[in-house]
C-alpha cells in the first residue's frame, strides 16, 4: 500500500433520484474507496452499476433537483461533497478534471477547439492571446493531435472520434491536476485508437504524476492499466483489490462470474464462455440481502440475512464483500 | 462445401451535391473489391474497425442495398441478379440479426406479432394456430418463456430483446444467418449467453453464420474462418487460429496488439503495435496500399502506388501485403521499432495532406520525411 494518505478518499456514498410519483432510484449505494495519489485506481461493472453516477457525484455535476446525494469524499482534506457551486467550479479544470465517453458532447459544437482551449488556459492559468495561443497548440502536440496549429481553427465535428477525446484530454490536463476522472473514455473508439488513448493517459499518470480514476466496463483495460481495482455491481463495490491478486484469483462471484465470461483474443478457440445466468434486472435490495442473490451459483439462505460486509477473506486488502467468498485456484495460494 | 460465394463485391454510394442534390461529385467506397466464400454449417467472422464497411457488406449481400458491381452466389444462384420478387423469396433462407435489438423491432407490436409477420409473409404454417406453435418452440430454443408472446419489446432486456432477434430469423428455418455485432450493445455476462446460444443453435439447427463485428476477441471465438477488413476491402483472411497464432497483414499484428487481454500477466509482457492517425475516409481512400498512411513497416517503394492484392499463401491463409513474406521471416523491420509514445510522438512537423485522420490523400512528395510510424526511433 501507497505510504501517503489517499489524495480522494470516497466514503459511503449514496446517490438516489426521487422522481415525482415514481419509487426512488437508488442507484449508488454507500460506495467507498480511495484513490492513491500518482496511481490509476478503477471502477469497473456493467452498464446501470453506477459508474457515472459516481463520478458524476465527485465532480458536483448532477442535477441539484430530485437528486439526494450522501456520504463524504475528501479530496485533498476538504469534502467534495460539502463544497458549494462557485468553491466546485475553481477546482474544476485545476486540481480535478474530468473527461467522458462522448467528447463530442462535453465539447462546445459551435467554437473552434482551439478557443475552447484557450479559454481554458485564461480562466485557470491567466494565459491570454499569443501565450495562450502557443500553449493551447503545445497541448495538442503533446496529446498527439498533428497539425495542431491548423486543429485549432477547426470545430469539434471537423475531428475524428480519436481526436476529439484527444482535444478533451489536452483541455482536462490543461491545468495539471492532480486527479483525472475518466468515464469510459475509449469505449466509444475504435480498438486501434483506444491503444493510443490508453497510452496517452499511462504517460500522463507517468509524466505528470497525475491520478486517475479510470471508469469503464471493460475487464481488458483494467488489467492492463489499473493499479488497484473496484468491482460495482448494483450500485456497490463488491470486490476491492490490487490488479494481480484480482485477476489472479478473483473472489466475489460476480467478478469470478465476469471474468469466466469473457472470450478471450489468447484462448483456444471452441472453450466454452461461462455466462453469469439472469441479467442486472434480477437483483433485489442491498436491504434484503445480496442484490447479486438471484444470479449467484453460490446462493445460500445466508445471503439474504441483510446486507453482506466488505471483509478481506483471503488475503490483506484484497476486500470481498460476499458471505461464501470464491477459494482462491489451489496453486496460485493465499499468499499472492 | 461453400453455401455462400462473393466474388469482388463492391458497394459505392455516389455523394451528391448541388442546390438539386443530383451532381455526383465523387463516392464513398464503402465496400470495394471483397471476394469470399462461407462454407457451410461454418462460420465466417468479418472483423475490421468502424466504417470499414462491414454492414455495407451484410447489407449487400441480402441486397438490403445495391451492389454497384460482383456476384453473391447463394447456393448456385447469383442474388446480384436476381428479380426483385425472387430476391425477396430468397431472403427466408438468408436472415439477418442486427446489433441493436431495440432500433429493429417495432415497440407497438408484441412479441408474437413481430415473429408471425416474417412466416406469414413467406407462408409459413397453415393458421395463426400453427404458427403460434412454431414461435412457441422457436421460444424455447432461444431460451425464452411462452409468456413472452404477449409482450413487447420494451418489457425485455437488451439480453432477452437479442435473443427475440434471434428467434424472428429462426421461426423461418434460414440456412444462412448474417449477424451484425450481435453482442456488441450486450453487457459481458449477457454476451457470453448470447454467443454460446448462438453456438447451440448452429449445432442443432445446422445453421451457417456471417457474424460482423469489431472486437476480434468475440469474432475468434466463434469463428471457423476469420476475414480482416480495412477501408472497404479484406487485407488478410485465415482459419481462426492460424490468424491468431500467425497474423502476417501489418494491420491485422496492430489490431491484434490493440485488443486488451483480461489478464494483468498477458497485458504487462504483451507489445502494442501503435497506428499513427486514423482511418482515412471511404470516400478518398489513399493509393496504392490502403494501409500504407499507417503502416509501420511501409516500404518507400510499392506501397503507396500499387494496390496488393489478396495473395494465397497456403494453408487457407490470404493476404493482401506487398511485402508479407519478408515481414514474416523478419528480414523487413517496422519502420521504428514499435511506434514511439504518443505523448512525446511530435512526428509529422504537419504539412496539411499528409493528416491521415484528415481522410485526404497523402502527397508522395512527403513520403521520406513522414515515416509511418513517426519519429525514427
Ligand atoms: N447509404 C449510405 N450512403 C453513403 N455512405 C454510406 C452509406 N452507408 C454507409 N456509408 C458509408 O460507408 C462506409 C462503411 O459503412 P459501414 O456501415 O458498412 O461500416 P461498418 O464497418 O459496419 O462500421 P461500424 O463498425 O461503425 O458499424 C462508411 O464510411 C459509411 O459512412
Ligand atoms: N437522472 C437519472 N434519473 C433516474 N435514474 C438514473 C438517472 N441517471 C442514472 N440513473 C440510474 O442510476 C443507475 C446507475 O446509472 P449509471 O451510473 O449511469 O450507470 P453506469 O454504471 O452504466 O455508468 C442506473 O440504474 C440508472 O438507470
Ligand atoms: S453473498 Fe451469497 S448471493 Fe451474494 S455473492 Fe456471495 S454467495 Fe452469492
Ligand atoms: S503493402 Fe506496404 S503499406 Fe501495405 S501493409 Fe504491406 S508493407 Fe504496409
Ligand atoms: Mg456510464
Ligand atoms: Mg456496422
Redesign the pocket.
Known sequence: MSPQPPLLSVEDLTVTFTGRGRTDVRAVSGVSFDVAQGQVTGLVGESGCGKSVTSLALMGLLPKKGVTVGGHAYFDGTDLLGLGREQLRDLRGSKLAMIFQDPLSSLNPVIPIGLQVTEILTRHRGLRGDAARKEAALLLERVGIPDPTRRLKEYPHQLSGGMRQRALIAMAVACAPRLLIADEPTTALDVTIQAQILELLKELVDQQGTALLMITHDMGVVAGLCDRVNVLYAGKVVEAAERKPLFAAPTHPYAHGLLGSIPRLDAPRGEPLNPIRGSIQDTIAWSEGCAFAPRCDFYSERCLSGTPELTEPHTAGHRVRCVHPVAPPSKEGADR | MSLLELDDVKVHFPVKRGILFDRTVGHVYAVDGVSLSVTAGQTYGLVGE??CG???L?RAVLRLTDITSGSVVFDGTDLAQLPEEEMRRARRRLQMVF?DPLGSLNPRQNIESILAEGMAAHGIGADRAERRERIKEILTKVGLPHSALSRYPHEFSGGQRQRIGIARALVLQPDVIIC??PVSALDVSIQAQVINLLEELQESEGLTYLV?A?DLAVVRHISDVIGVMYLGSLVEEAPSDALYAEPRHPYTRALMSAVPVPDPEVEDRRERILLRGDLPSPASPPAGCRFHTRCPWRQPTRCDTERPALADIGGGHRVACHWAAEIADGSLRPTSELAPPVLVDTGTDGEPGTDPGAGEDTDPGTERKETAAGTPA
Open positions: 468502424s466504417g462491414k454492414t455495407t451484410g446489433q451484425d455485432e460482423i469489431h
